[in-house]
């Protein structure tokens, strides 16, 4: 499940991560008394589960009440990614004098939770060269290991026991919630000196959220979404035509903020998890089957704890009970992963060494033929 930015910030007010004081709502009329509680200046943000807001002008600065009557509906009648606009989060401006990236996820292959810091914030993973990556096990991240990030992206002073501070209440919130990824971005150096989380990004576990009862508020499904769940895996509908397929959230997620990125639309966010069987994978594409805008699919798999080949046998069984009969776009790589192109050889399926080719060829095929 991925959490809106409103609700990711709910869950760092509980663990003690500081962010800017903010209000949401999801009609005017509350937002009208929003404004009015919190004071001009501030920035009228979409909420919606995908990235790319600011360039899209789901981010607005606003001064006023009559810049509020006239930005506020158009960002509540917004569609970003293919995803309309859930709910308008209204929040003060910080003074800002460096922003940098923190994110937390787990890796399912190694088993593990990853650090990833960079001194370069505000805009997307993908695209930042200068990373620090850190493995850290299964547990919360402990203070030495904290101090150790820290200064490998070029901390000093009081900024150092203040990156400390929040990489462990984002250690411990993203472990007690069993998250598969917490980020934020931009994490901002004040001009005071200290730190604040401007953004949030949070995604639990599908398979462990029956255990967090206080995690059910957020849930908001659609009937083929619900299926998904019940069969084991992770699916957002959206209003593109181009299916995104892949395992582990971060790479789900990079995958389809790099399709939209380049011009494609996604007609869905489908993480088939860590512990995908054939039978799944097939599931999955019956969902995909139901969902008439799909023109194309994009797949995007490591194959780590799940074999590639257990993916192809999926596709292979749904092109032979004629189940898909859309373009297909692959990359698949690790565990067997070249039996699995030998397996897919004479298919619909195109594969590709990188995911860039692959988006491109799926972006000009859907261009090509509208």
Same mark, same amino acid.
């Given at each position: ?103 937390l996820f787990l890796n399912r292959s190694k088993r593990c939770y990853t650090i990833i810091a960079s001194a370069d914030g505000g805009v997307e993973i993908e695209s930042v060269k200068n990373q620090t990556i850190r493995e850290v096990g299964m547990g919360e991240v402990n203070s030495e290991t904290a101090e150790e990030v820290a200064k490998e992206i070029g901390l000093n002073g009081s900024a150092i026991s203040d990156f400390v501070d929040m990489l462990q209440r984002l250690s411990k919130l993203t472990v007690e919630k069993e998250a598969e990824l917490a980020e934020i971005n931009p994490l901002a150096i004040l001009k005071d000196g200290t730190l604040m989380a401007l953004d949030g990004k949070l995604m ?39 299916? *995104?397929?892949? !395992?582990?959230?971060?790479?789900? %997620? ?5 399709? /939209?990125? &380049? @011009? ?77 192109? *030998?397996?897919? !050889?004479?298919?619909?399926?195109? %594969? ?5 080719? /692959?988006? &491109? @060829? ?9």
């Amino acid at each position: 499940m991925r959490l809106l930015e409103y609700q990711a910030k709910e869950l760092f007010k509980e663990y003690g991560i500081r962010t800017p004081e903010s209000i949401s709502s999801k009609d005017i009329e509350k937002g009208r008394k929003d404004a009015k509680e919190l004071g001009y200046p501030f920035v009228i943000k979409a909420q919606v589960p995908v990235g790319g807001r600011g360039k899209a002008g789901g981010i607005q600065k606003c001064t006023n009440d009559d810049e509020f009557e006239l930005k506020y509906p158009q960002i509540l009648d917004m569609s970003i990614k293919g995803e309309k606009t859930r709910a308008i989060l209204l929040e003060k401006m910080a003074d800002i004098e460096k922003e940098l990236y923190l994110s937390l996820f787990l890796n399912r292959s190694k088993r593990c939770y990853t650090i990833i810091a960079s001194a370069d914030g505000g805009v997307e993973i993908e695209s930042v060269k200068n990373q620090t990556i850190r493995e850290v096990g299964m547990g919360e991240v402990n203070s030495e290991t904290a101090e150790e990030v820290a200064k490998e992206i070029g901390l000093n002073g009081s900024a150092i026991s203040d990156f400390v501070d929040m990489l462990q209440r984002l250690s411990k919130l993203t472990v007690e919630k069993e998250a598969e990824l917490a980020e934020i971005n931009p994490l901002a150096i004040l001009k005071d000196g200290t730190l604040m989380a401007l953004d949030g990004k949070l995604m639990t576990d599908d398979n462990s959220n029956f255990r967090h009862d206080e995690l059910q508020k957020y849930l908001e499904r659609s009937e083929l979404e619900e299926r998904a769940e019940k069969s084991g895996f992770s699916l957002v509908e959206l209003d593109g035509n181009i299916a *995104v397929i892949g !395992n582990g959230a971060g790479l789900v %997620m990079s995958t389809f903020d790099m399709l /939209a990125d &380049n @011009g494609g639309k996604p007609a869905c966010f489908l993480d088939v998890g860590g512990g995908a069987t054939e039978e799944s994978v097939y599931e999955s594409l019956t969902l995909i089957s139901k969902m008439k805008r799909v023109k194309a699919i994009l797949v995007n798999l490591y194959g780590g704890i799940v074999k590639t080949t257990i993916v192809a046998s999926a596709f292979i069984k749904a092109y032979d009970n004629k189940l898909i009969d859309v373009p297909v776009y692959a990359r698949l790589m690790g565990a067997e992963s070249e039996k699995s192109k *030998v397996m897919l !050889n004479d298919t619909k399926t195109k %594969m590709f060494d990188s995911v860039e080719q /692959a988006i &491109n @060829g799926v972006v000009m095929e859907i261009t090509k033929n509208g």
